[in-house]
């Protein structure tokens, strides 16, 4: 099991930029892909990003590609979302999660995530 903790939600204007961190701890963190995913009030919890296990290869949903970047730092156990050009509707609790088998590519589909963080809120006025 890996233990993860978001941070870097936020009130920001629409077109600005914000920086999500997630920092894990507990099984080998480089040895699996990551992923954020989110979820508005009234909503099903969505894919945003993911990125493998060895950062080589990421894949961002439709709607946020070209705006939103994945990084992972896997000598600092970190996973990074770097949000920029955000919109009203991208207010959503951001959750970072770990894939529940190793060596993966990073999956859409939140059921192969074994692990997720408590989420952090990002707000975006318009």
């Known amino acids: 099991q890996v233990q993860l903790v978001e941070s870097g939600g936020g009130l920001v204007q629409a077109g600005g930029s914000l920086r999500l961190s997630c920092a894990a701890s507990g099984r080998t963190f480089n040895s699996y892909a990551m992923g954020w995913f989110r979820q508005a009030p009234g909503n099903e919890r969505m894919f945003v990003a993911a990125i493998s296990w060895t950062g080589g290869s990421t894949s961002y949903a439709d709607s946020v590609k070209g705006r939103f970047t994945i990084s992972r730092d896997n000598a600092k156990n970190l996973v990074y979302l770097h949000l920029n050009k955000l919109r009203p509707e991208d207010t959503a609790i951001y959750y970072c999660?770990?894939?529940?088998?190793?060596?993966?590519?990073?999956?859409?589909?939140?059921?192969?995530?074994?692990?997720w963080g408590q989420g952090t809120q990002v707000t975006v006025s318009s």
């Open positions: 999660a770990a894939e529940a088998s190793s060596h993966g590519t990073g999956s859409r589909n939140r059921y192969d995530y074994g692990d």
